[in-house]
């Protein structure tokens, strides 16, 4: 077998990684795998580690890259990815995103992404998909997603091995942490690209990653591993409810419909469980638009003593309680019509943006405070729908949406685009630019949610 040389920590890290896809995994001569590349350190170490795999297994190499097309320096990186393929006798494959939806950017592009992956499975028959994600993603994921409320696997992070059914998905860094990464590559010449938005703290993970990781690091050096267990733990407790949650959930819930008679028998564990799988088949790829905000939400519309009433989802997805019965249906908007839940940023149609910020001096109609104890979360942001009222601050009682878009003197095609914010009993809290709600609080008063149009 050859080995690589190992005369650092990084270097017995990585043999590591070399022994468990070779041994563990079972990767076999002649074999087709698709690894995700991006250009980043991360994926051309992954790359590398392959290649050396290669030339013991004489394996094929996929190398899939997804050009996101948002950088001025998204061509190059797929120039140089392609050109270190060449080198390397490496497939090289790619696809370019051309545009987007009004859909969170990081979520539309991950799934576009992993849609490409599958393709890719599916075309050279392979049994491994491999991504390049190590210990400080898993840390961060944690974080964000604790901060952001999740499931009991979300709160897990990801796992090393992902079983796809046809395929597996391998994440062999996942107990790496990037600075290791970064020194391998060094000691082996790795060359890589640098992403210039990684350096921007308007994305989440930025600031965890600029902020959070660096002051937990120099607590404990060695902080990813604690975290690497605490993800085992979790997901291996996530894994024997469900095994629990299965002997039942087919007695329970049958054709998107749920009998409530027969859900509220079950332990509560049990029902959420319950809960959370629906969610889960749902939103699949799009499970990052789910928080345990809406599994509440489905609990109390379940547990609530009003025969019909009805909860709104990410994407369409309303959940209708109907008697002793709640259904999960997907309904379609209109081309025209959009409807964003409002976490932390989106880009508008009409090219403007809506951003939850920490802080603003600003008191005019393009910022907005709330208090979200006095509202039903989460925060969407749609265009307007006919019949839209809302109670203006300072004055009583309701007003249309189209008689103040009528007085601010608002073009009739521009009205059509322009973002309302609501929540999610459908209350209208702000009309970004142009009117605030009864909602909206001064600096003096409580409130803890800033929302800034620009």
Known sequence: ????????????????????????????????????VSGGADSMALLYLLSQIKKECDIYIICAHVNHNVRKESDYEKSFIEK????????????????????????????????YFLNMVKKYGARYLFTAHHADDLIETILMRIARGSTLRGYGGFSKIIDMGDY?????????????????????????????????????RNRYRKYVLPFLKKEDPNIHEKFIKFSQTLLECNEYIDKQMEHVIKEVFNQNILNIEKFVELDKIIQYRIINSILETIYQDDLILISDVH??????????????????????????????TVTFINEPVEHNDYEIELSNYVNLSNGMNLEIVEKSQANNNYVCRLNSKELKMPLYVRNRKLGDRMEIKGLLGRKKI??????????????ENWPIVLDSSDKIVWLPGLKKSKYDKEKSEKYDIIIKYY
């Open 1 to 36: 077998m050859v080995k690589l040389i190992i005369d650092n920590k990084e270097a017995i890290e990585m043999d590591k990684v070399y022994d468990f896809l070779i041994k563990d995994l079972g990767i076999k001569p002649g074999e087709a795998v698709i690894v995700g």
């Open 84 to 115: 270190y393929c060449d080198n390397n006798q490496i497939y090289f494959e790619s696809m370019k995103i051309d545009e987007y939806g009004d859909d969170n950017f990081h979520n539309e592009a991950r799934s576009k992404r992993y849609t």
């Open 168 to 204: 597996k998905i391998i994440r062999p860094f996942i107990n790496i942490p990037k600075s290791e990464i970064l020194d391998y590559n060094k000691e082996k010449g790795i060359k890589h690209m640098e992403d210039s938005s990684n350096k921007k703290d308007k994305y989440t």
């Open 295 to 324: 599994s509440n939400l489905i609990y109390k519309l379940i547990k609530s003593n009003k025969s019909n009433s009805c909860v709104r989802l990410p994407n369409n997805i309303n959940v209708n309680k109907s008697y002793n």
């Open 402 to 415: 189209k008689d103040i878009f009528i007085d601010e003197k608002i073009p009739i095609d521009d009205r």
